[in-house]
Nanobody, 122 residues
Framework: QVQLVESGGGLVQAGGSLRLSCAVS??????YAWFRQAPEKEREFVAA????????DYADSVKGRSTISRDNAKNTVYLQMNSLKPEDTAVYYC?????????????????WGQGTQVTVSS
């Protein structure tokens, strides 16, 4: 059974950092991604990477402040977020797809985690 379980969210002050984790069980995938959904907004793409780490992609809103990575031995995907801003407040979701190609489309991902809340106070 495939499961993606996020952790690492919480309350942080603006300018702070958080590292989100996504523990993947059941199989490995070609591409992993992070999305987020702020209150009363649609879910949006944050970052994605191919399993080998050869390709990555970031939303402009987080580029330069965030890094997606993966620990192959632990089958865990991370999202390191620095210089956090109040507008980063959202529920963050981990997603995975079989294909070895990043995409920003939600529909491109087959498996999703339950989400972890990130709140950035000003």
């Amino acid at each position: 059974q495939v499961q993606l379980v996020e952790s690492g969210g919480g309350l942080v002050q603006a300018g702070g950092s958080l590292r989100l984790s996504c523990a993947v069980s059941g199989r490995t995938f070609g591409t992993y991604a992070w999305f987020r959904q702020a209150p009363e907004k649609e879910r949006e793409f944050v970052a994605a990477m191919t399993s080998s780490g050869g390709r990555s992609d970031y939303a402009d809103s987080v580029k330069g402040r965030s890094t997606i990575s993966r620990d192959n031995a632990k089958n865990t995907v991370y999202l390191q977020m620095n210089s956090l801003k109040p507008e980063d407040t959202a529920v963050y979701y981990c997603a995975a797809r079989t294909q070895w190609l990043t995409t920003r489309r939600e529909s491109g991902y087959d498996y999703w985690g339950q989400g972890t809340q990130v709140t950035v106070s000003s």
